[in-house]
């Protein structure tokens, strides 16, 4: 495993990380996940904390 000294805020910044060379595997370990994506308790956990995704819809009015 690598020694990474950087922070998962950090790869928004193209001064410190460039994404077009950087190692996926640093990505992973920087945002502390791994190519299998979440597990479905994982998933149900992070619904149960920020609720599903939904978009809002705007009442439309009739008479317009």
Do not use: R, W
């Amino acid at each position: 495993m690598s020694t990474i000294k950087l922070k998962a805020e950090d790869l928004y910044d193209k001064e410190k990380v460039n994404l077009e060379t950087i190692v996926i595997n640093d990505v992973f370990i920087l945002l502390q996940c791994n190519q299998e994506g979440l597990t479905q308790a994982e998933a149900d956990h992070c619904i149960e904390l920020f609720d599903p995704n939904k978009l809002e819809h705007e009442k439309q009015n009739a008479f317009l």
